[in-house]
């Protein structure tokens, strides 16, 4: 038996080795569940790891400096290096890939090269940012694996820095990190001495960070890989408020609670499966009250996410909840946001200092709808386009990098941020399309409708009799109002989809949904039942000819009011007209891209907040886009609806034609220009007037004025 005072110490000594292994794990377990001496190739000659040279670090080998905090690109970078060259694009070497054992033997890392390492090198090697030649070289990165720190022997791995033929106090060097620090400090930027090396870190707070050198980048999740979420529209979720977390500090635990009772089945309250054996499997799963719940899928029923600082600031929980489209609620007092250097964080998450914390519920819920989709969407979009997969980070630092060194060439802050939304594969410009479109494919008919079913259901069935039509799309935009029983419509030849929407806005009729399949597409109203068949085909005829243009049948006019100096709206018959509502008209699918995504300015919502003026801005655009004229066809010019009384529509409202002249003059403004073209004809059908049977006629049924 020890005696009292020894079992005592001995007692003690067990606890903090205890204790000391359970930091090191969670810092080690929050990375990546793996950690594997990989065999893939990646460098040019495509040796393996296992074939790479051994290399002893005497131990008198010389240390790097610490790290420079005072670094900037013009003290500890040499741009001279990178040279003038036609393509703007600096070129990058990678160091053959060597192992670095002490004088016994021992190597510098207890992991070798990581996975994620290998997938970096390999990504930046395929870029066209490598190059074998080590004199072309502006940027030096080694094939030393730094990115956890929790597996580098801190003095051998500078001495192996330090050994590099290039390194040069480590100018123009860049080393990834994402994993800094170490128990029980947990410091925020690498421990291994660097000297001026640029650093690549997941972790920075605003105490390390060296603004404009360093480049903060996200803690890479393997879930990314691993698990396929697939993209979720915008919108309200089950969940307002959603913590994931399983390691946060017991006061933030205590609070988040406390907002729980307070808020009830709003917030949900995650935490570790105490009942589930540990393992990869755990790693996916989360609990609330013995419930348990898939992660990451989870993520994807909450508007906003939880990400708190954890024993580091930098937290892949962060990429998790941005692959589920989830806004995240960022609170880690200091953290430098992944790539904030060049992306704007305000427009996809939210940033609460932790003290703010019990007021987060009132803070989020001050957020308006619109907006918060708008957060979702592009918190999406982020993880896309810089989270995704170590390529996707290593390209964008190396992006960053290089718009530094050629700032004249850099991105834009709109190429940056502004996801690329149109889908340019599977719509193609109709300024290039063929001469004449085939007529096979038809068109898809799009009917804007609120709460005239009768009407509705009229204009459904003369639509379908059109030879041409393909597809019939109902917009539905009442929110208040379920559409009818699918027994009672109309029965059609071609597909009947109803679309519901999440808000009232006349922008939704030119929404570009998946489910219009074809090239054209006829926008109408509910109560344009007067068209006939023969009027709607031969619509479609003209379009086939000009699927750049307009091809319409209510003709309107803009003209310049000399004694107001503005711009006004002129629906009377004239001999000229410089638009054609969308309430009946032909146009291609390509706008419905353009009119959501691309509308200049502020036209679009304005066009939603005063229910107006949508078919005039597609005028609008359309026009500036091809500088041409809309087309009319047919001679009718009525085409108010008899049945409808001025309460059932919109353009009856005197107050509505005031603003269609406000409307011009706004767009006008915004544009810069008055894009809008004057013609003085229509398209007519050739025989339409000739004293010729009718039966011969290919559109007999044109209808009267």
């Given at each position: 038996?020890?005696?009292?005072?020894?079992?005592?110490?001995?007692?003690?000594?067990?606890?903090?080795?205890?204790?000391?292994?359970?930091?090191?794990?969670?810092?080690?377990?929050?990375?990546?569940?793996?950690?594997?001496?990989?065999?893939?190739?990646?460098?040019?000659?495509?040796?393996?790891?296992?074939?790479?040279?051994?290399?002893?670090?005497?131990?008198?080998?010389?240390?790097?400096?610490?790290?420079?905090?005072?670094?900037?690109?013009?003290?500890?970078?040499?741009?001279?290096?990178?040279?003038?060259?036609?393509?703007?694009?600096?070129?990058?070497?990678?160091?053959?890939?060597?192992?670095?054992?002490?004088?016994?033997?021992?190597?510098?890392?207890?992991?070798?090269?990581?996975?994620?390492?290998?997938?970096?090198?390999?990504?930046?090697?395929?870029?066209?940012?490598?190059?074998?030649?080590?004199?072309?070289?502006?940027?030096?990165?080694?094939?030393?694996?730094?990115?956890?720190?929790?597996?580098?022997?801190?003095?051998?791995?500078?001495?192996?820095?330090?050994?590099?033929?290039?390194?040069?106090?480590?100018?123009?060097?860049?080393?990834?990190?994402?994993?800094?620090?170490?128990?029980?400090?947990?410091?925020?930027?690498?421990?291994?001495?660097?000297?001026?090396?640029?650093?690549?870190?997941?972790?920075?707070?605003?105490?390390?960070?060296?603004?404009?050198?360093?480049?903060?980048?996200?803690?890479?999740?393997?879930?990314?890989?691993?698990?396929?979420?697939?993209?979720?529209?915008?919108?309200?979720?089950?969940?307002?408020?959603?913590?994931?977390?399983?390691?946060?500090?017991?006061?933030?635990?205590?609070?988040?609670?406390?907002?729980?009772?307070?808020?009830?089945?709003?917030?949900?309250?995650?935490?570790?499966?105490?009942?589930?054996?540990?393992?990869?499997?755990?790693?996916?799963?989360?609990?609330?009250?013995?419930?348990?719940?898939?992660?990451?899928?989870?993520?994807?029923?909450?508007?906003?996410?939880?990400?708190?600082?954890?024993?580091?600031?930098?937290?892949?929980?962060?990429?998790?909840?941005?692959?589920?489209?989830?806004?995240?609620?960022?609170?880690?007092?200091?953290?430098?946001?992944?790539?904030?250097?060049?992306?704007?964080?305000?427009?996809?998450?939210?940033?609460?200092?932790?003290?703010?914390?019990?007021?987060?519920?009132?803070?989020?819920?001050?957020?308006?709808?619109?907006?918060?989709?708008?957060?979702?969407?592009?918190?999406?979009?982020?993880?896309?386009?810089?989270?995704?997969?170590?390529?996707?980070?290593?390209?964008?630092?190396?992006?960053?990098?290089?718009?530094?060194?050629?700032?004249?060439?850099?991105?834009?802050?709109?190429?940056?941020?502004?996801?690329?939304?149109?889908?340019?594969?599977?719509?193609?410009?109709?300024?290039?399309?063929?001469?004449?479109?085939?007529?096979?494919?038809?068109?898809?008919?799009?009917?804007?409708?609120?709460?005239?079913?009768?009407?509705?259901?009229?204009?459904?069935?003369?639509?379908?009799?059109?030879?041409?039509?393909?597809?019939?799309?109902?917009?539905?935009?009442?929110?208040?109002?379920?559409?009818?029983?699918?027994?009672?419509?109309?029965?059609?030849?071609?597909?009947?989809?109803?679309?519901?929407?999440?808000?009232?806005?006349?922008?939704?009729?030119?929404?570009?949904?998946?489910?219009?399949?074809?090239?054209?597409?006829?926008?109408?109203?509910?109560?344009?039942?007067?068209?006939?068949?023969?009027?709607?085909?031969?619509?479609?005829?003209?379009?086939?000819?000009?699927?750049?243009r307009l091809v319409g049948y209510p003709g309107r006019l803009h003209l310049w009011d000399h004694e107001m100096g503005k711009w006004k709206y002129e629906s009377e018959w004239t001999n000229e007209v410089s638009m054609v509502l969308t309430g009946a008209a032909f146009y291609h699918k390509y706008f419905n891209y353009l009119y959501t995504y691309k509308m200049p300015g502020d036209i679009k919502n304005w066009v939603d907040a005063h229910m107006n003026c949508e078919d005039i801005a597609m005028n609008f655009l359309v026009a500036n886009i091809t500088g041409k004229a809309p087309i009319k066809v047919t001679p009718r010019k009525k085409f108010k609806c008899p049945e409808c009384t001025a309460i059932d529509g919109l353009s009856l409202d005197q107050t509505h034609m005031v603003e269609r002249s406000e409307c011009i003059n706004k767009f006008a403004s915004v544009f810069g220009t008055m894009p809008l073209k004057v013609v003085e004809h229509r398209a007519d059908p050739v025989l339409y007037k000739d004293d010729f049977p009718e039966k011969l006629k290919s559109f007999p049924n044109i209808g009267s004025l």
């Open positions: 038996f020890l005696p009292k005072n020894t079992r005592l110490v001995h007692d003690f000594v067990v606890i903090f080795s205890v204790v000391l292994l359970g930091l090191i794990a969670t810092g080690m377990f929050q990375f990546w569940p793996h950690s594997i001496e990989s065999s893939a190739e990646w460098s040019l000659d495509r040796r393996s790891v296992h074939d790479a040279p051994l290399v002893r670090i005497p131990m008198s080998s010389p240390i790097p400096e610490r790290g420079d905090l005072s670094c900037r690109m013009h003290t500890c970078f040499d741009v001279y290096r990178c040279g003038y060259n036609p393509k703007n694009k600096i070129k990058v070497y990678i160091y053959p890939l060597q192992r670095f054992v002490d004088e016994v033997g021992v190597p510098i890392s207890s992991t070798g090269l990581s996975r994620e390492y290998n997938d970096l090198l390999s990504a930046i090697s395929d870029s066209d940012f490598y190059t074998d030649d080590v004199s072309r070289a502006c940027l030096f990165i080694p094939s030393i694996d730094v990115l956890n720190q929790n597996s580098l022997r801190i003095r051998e791995t500078a001495q192996a820095l330090a050994m590099l033929p290039r390194w040069d106090k480590g100018m123009n060097h860049l080393l990834f990190n994402m994993l800094p620090g170490g128990p029980p400090d947990y410091n925020t930027a690498l421990d291994v001495p660097r000297d001026r090396a640029l650093l690549a870190g997941g972790g920075f707070s605003t105490w390390t960070y060296r603004q404009g050198y360093d480049i903060s980048i996200p803690v890479y999740s393997p879930l990314s890989a691993e698990v396929d979420l697939p993209e979720r529209q915008p919108g309200p979720r089950r969940y307002f408020i959603l913590s994931s977390q399983t390691a946060i500090h017991r006061e933030y635990r205590v609070e988040l609670e406390r907002l729980k009772e307070e808020n009830g089945e709003a917030l949900l309250l995650l935490d570790k499966c105490s009942n589930l054996s540990q393992g990869l499997a755990s790693v996916r799963k989360r609990c609330y009250k013995g419930q348990v719940y898939d992660y990451p899928q989870i993520l994807q029923e909450s508007s906003f996410c939880v990400v708190l600082r954890g024993a580091r600031l930098g937290q892949a929980t962060l990429s998790d909840v941005l692959q589920a489209g989830c806004v995240p609620v960022i609170m880690a007092d200091s953290y430098i946001l992944p790539f904030s250097e060049v992306l704007d964080w305000k427009r996809a998450s939210v940033v609460i200092p932790e003290e703010k914390l019990p007021e987060m519920y009132t803070i989020l819920k001050s957020i308006p709808h619109r907006q918060v989709e708008e957060m979702q969407r592009q918190a999406r979009w982020f993880w896309e386009a810089y989270f995704s997969s170590m390529k996707d980070i290593g390209m964008t630092t190396l992006q960053i990098i290089n718009d530094r060194i050629y700032p004249y060439a850099a991105r834009t802050y709109e190429e940056w941020n502004n996801p690329p939304v149109v889908k340019w594969t599977s719509v193609n410009s109709p300024l290039f399309l063929p001469l004449i479109p085939p007529r096979s494919p038809g068109f898809t008919a799009v009917v804007l409708t609120y709460d005239r079913i009768e009407s509705l259901f009229r204009v459904i069935t003369e639509i379908s009799k059109v030879p041409s039509l393909a597809k019939l799309l109902v917009v539905w935009n009442n929110q208040n109002k379920s559409p009818p029983e699918e027994s009672l419509w109309p029965k059609v030849a071609v597909p009947l989809k109803v679309l519901r929407t999440k808000e009232n806005k006349l922008s939704n009729r030119f929404f570009p949904f998946d489910e219009i399949e074809t090239e054209a597409v006829l926008a109408i109203d509910d109560d344009i039942i007067m068209l006939t068949s023969d009027e709607l085909q031969f619509g479609y005829e003209v379009w086939r000819e000009f699927p750049d």
